[in-house]
């Protein structure tokens, strides 16, 4: 069974354009997560979305930032015209339901801005 | 404000010894406090789960404990190995924000041989 998968694992952007960073959640969770870890900073809380919904976008910034988790293929995080303060760690966790006992994390995507 | 602090931010340990993590909390009501371990590059691993009911919880060389009624939770590691060397999260589920996650800002542990 494999565990969450994100992809790119790295991701180099200039500023302006556009980063789309994905997350397949485990097999038989309908559950996603995305959070961001700044450098020497803890994770925050983004965007929780089950399969076609978006449940929970309190931590998201209103502009630029967008998620999706549609019923077929994996989740994106999609980040139009970056700046420099969106270099950071991507992490996405899944879950089988919403605190439920526990969420998996994948590897994270790692976002510079140059 | 529901926060998650931990203490302290590093911590330098000669292997084979032993240290203890701090971790206090104001999230309340709270479903369940977690532990992860995060080694560099890589996402959160989870180490213990305990709910607000239960007061320790051991995972091979990791024991964690719970004071609900001061809001404190611990992580000791025993005997430690190299491979402790990593970041240690303390993650509370906050109940009455549909179980959201705070996370704390972690501590980084190196083990040096």
């Known amino acids: 069974n494999a565990g969450v998968m994100q992809n790119p694992r790295h991701l180099v952007r200039r500023r302006g354009q556009e980063a789309r960073l994905r997350c397949s959640p485990m097999?038989?969770?309908?559950?996603v997560y995305w959070y961001r870890q700044l450098p020497e900073e803890g994770l925050k809380f983004m965007v929780y979305?089950?399969?076609?919904?978006?449940?929970?976008e309190s931590g998201m910034p209103k502009e630029r930032f967008s998620a999706e988790f549609p019923k077929e293929g994996p989740s994106i995080l999609r980040i139009q015209q970056v700046v420099r303060g969106d270099s950071a760690a991507y992490f996405c966790?899944?879950?089988?339901?919403?605190?439920?006992?526990?969420?998996?994390f994948g590897p994270g995507t790692r976002l510079t801005v140059l | 404000k529901n926060q998650v602090e931990q203490s302290p931010q590093s911590l330098i340990i000669l292997e084979g010894k032993n240290c203890t993590l701090q971790?206090?909390?104001?999230?309340?009501?709270?479903?369940?406090l977690r532990w992860y371990k995060q080694d560099t590059g890589r996402g959160p691993v989870s180490l213990t789960i305990?709910?607000?009911?239960?007061n320790t919880k051991s995972n091979g060389r990791y024991t964690a404990t719970l004071d609900a009624d001061t809001k404190q939770s611990s992580l000791h590691i025993t005997a430690s190995q190299l491979s402790d060397s990593a970041s240690y999260i303390c993650?509370?589920?906050?109940?009455?924000?549909?179980?959201?996650?705070?996370f704390g800002g972690g501590t980084r542990v190196l083990v040096k041989p």
């Open positions: 966790a899944s879950s089988d339901y919403r605190g439920g006992e526990e969420q998996f």
């Open positions: 097999k038989g969770h309908s559950h």
């Open positions: 979305l089950q399969k076609e919904n978006i449940i929970d």
């Open positions: 971790c206090n909390y104001t999230v309340s009501p709270f479903s369940n």
């Open positions: 305990m709910t607000f009911s239960e």
């Open positions: 993650v509370v589920t906050h109940k009455a924000a549909g179980n959201k996650l705070t």
